[in-house]
Antibody, heavy 117, light 107 residues
Framework: QVQLVQSGSELKKPGASVKVSCKASGYIFTRQVLSWLRQAPGQGLEWMGWINTNTGTPTYAQGFTGRFVFSLDTSVSTAYLQISSLQTEDTAVYYC??????????WGQGTLVTVSS | EIVLTQSPGTLSLSPGERATLSCRASQSISGNFLAWYQQKPGQAPRLLIYGASSRATGIPDRFSGSGSGTDFTLTVGRLEPEDFAVYYCQQYGSSFTFGGGTKVEIK
């Protein structure tokens, strides 16, 4: 079955960087775009952008430019989200999700990134 | 940006009752590109409905979606214990935005 498995929780200090992985299985990785989404504690969902898994071209939503980088390793069907210069406001659960003509399905299980001194 | 407003914020119901959740858009959503998700505590969201009214694979038929333009509804015909959760609407007609969610809690 189609599955996205993300890397585990991270605890980082302000100013550090973090790299979250999202490994896909059960479908041809390069056939569907992969999105990244954020959910701050007790809050709703925000679309951060997506990456074209065929070309490697990323698209970033407003508010997620500069410190956020999407990348791929197609040899292992894995997408990455890197966040640099972490701030306490970056504390959130980060999700990857396959994007099939619009809706997000399925989602990875989520990766909690905690930024605290 | 299309803003989605969900109401009510919280719905208190008993198992077996019918749940009706609303999602209103700040402008018309092209192609009725509106999806609904269910999220339980500590879990990722799960796609329930896409295209305003099409059920995703494996979703029970007690879940139904309706609406067009700016007004959309998710109905859960008879609530099962596992249906108590937070529900989000999301539009994909113009970029992607989510509503603030409706929590369906046990009365």
């Amino acid at each position: 079955q189609v599955q996205l498995v993300q890397s585990g929780s991270e605890l980082k200090k302000p100013g550090a960087s973090v790299k979250v992985s999202c490994k896909a299985s059960g479908y041809i990785f390069t056939r569907q775009v992969l999105s990244w989404l954020r959910q701050a504690p007790g809050q709703g969902l925000e679309w951060m952008g997506w990456i074209n898994t065929n070309t490697g071209t990323p698209t970033y939503a407003q508010g997620f430019t500069g410190r956020f980088v999407f990348s791929l390793d197609t040899s292992v069907s894995t997408a990455y989200l890197q966040i640099s210069s972490l701030q306490t406001e970056d504390t959130a659960v980060y999700y990857c999700a396959r994007t099939v003509a619009g809706p997000f399905d399925p989602w990875g299980q989520g990766t909690l990134v905690t930024v605290s001194s | 940006e299309i803003v989605l407003t969900q109401s009510p914020g919280t719905l208190s119901l008993s198992p077996g009752e019918r749940a009706t959740l609303s999602c209103r858009a700040s402008q018309s959503i092209s192609g009725n590109f509106l999806a609904w998700y269910q999220q339980k505590p500590g879990q990722a969201p799960r796609l329930l409905i896409y295209g305003a009214s099409s059920r995703a694979t494996g979703i029970p038929d007690r879940f139904s979606g309706s609406g067009s333009g700016t007004d959309f509804t998710l109905t859960v015909g008879r609530l099962e214990p596992e249906d108590f959760a937070v529900y989000y609407c999301q539009q994909y007609g113009s970029s992607f935005t989510f509503g603030g969610g409706t929590k369906v809690e046990i009365k």
